[in-house]
C-alpha cells in the first residue's frame, strides 16, 4: 500500500517493479531526469537480495519517491530489512539532483518514520558521510538525533520507548 504525504507518494517496490527499475524500464510512473540513481539502483538491489535470503520484508522494504503533481519517480527510500530483536531497522533514501532542495526528502523521511512508528517499530537508524551536510539535516529535521561517528561516518537515531510491547511515549 503507498504512503502518503503532503506532496509526495511513498510507493513500496514488488519484487518485479526492482527488476524493472534494474533493467531501466519505468514501472507504471514516470521517471523525473537523473532517475534512477545508483543509490536507487542499490536500493532495489538490497531489496532483491532480501527477497531472496530472507523473504520480502515488506512493508519493511524498499519505497519509491513520486511527486503527487506529476507522478513523476524523484528518488528512493526504504529500510535495509525488518527489524532486529530489538525493534530496531535502518533506513535510507535519496533523490535525483533536479529534486533537491525543495524539503522532499525531509517529507519523504517523515512519512517513513511515523509508518515505522506506527507498525510498532522501537527505533530507527540512518548514517552518511561526514560531508553530506544535506543528509544530516535532512535527519535532523526529521527528528532524528546524531549519536556518534567515526572516521568516515555520522550516525543518527531515533527511539520511541518499547513500541513492540506496547509503549507509546517518545525517549528523551
Known amino acids: 500500500m503507498d504512503l502518503e504525504t503532503d506532496r509526495l507518494v ?3 517496490l514488488s519484487v518485479t517493479e526492482a527488476e524493472m527499475l534494474i533493467e531501466g524500464e519505468p514501472s507504471g510512473a514516470g521517471w523525473a531526469r537523473g532517475y534512477p540513481t545508483d543509490s536507487d539502483l542499490a536500493g532495489a538491489r538490497r ?3 532480501t527477497c531472496v535470503h530472507a523473504g520480502d520484508p515488506r512493508p519493511f522494504g524498499a519505497y519509491e519517491i513520486r511527486r503527487r503533481e506529476d507522478g513523476l519517480a524523484i528518488g528512493g527510500l526504504g529500510f535495509h530489512g525488518d527489524a532486529d530483536e530489538n525493534g530496531t531497522v535502518t ?4 533523490l535525483v539532483p533536479s529534486a533537491r532542495g525543495k524539503g522532499y526528502a525531509t ?7 511515523a509508518f515505522a512508528r506506527a507498525r510498532g517499530i522501537s527505533a530507527v537508524e540512518g548514517d552518511t558521510d561526514h560531508g553530506n551536510v544535506a543528509s544530516q ?5 526529521a527528528g532524528m538525533e546524531f549519536v ?12 520511541w520507548e518499547n513500541r513492540l510491547h506496547g509503549g507509546n511515549t517518545v525517549q528523551a
Do not use: K, S
Open 107 to 113: 517529507e519523504a523521511l517523515r512519512g517513513l518514520l
Open 10 to 12: 511513498l510507493h513500496p
Open 47 to 49: 531489496y532483491l537480495a
Open 137 to 141: 539535516r535532512v535527519m535532523t529535521a
Open 91 to 94: 533506513i535510507g533514501y535519496g
Open 148 to 159: 556518534g561517528a567515526d572516521d568516515r561516518t555520522r550516525y543518527y537515531r531515533i527511539t
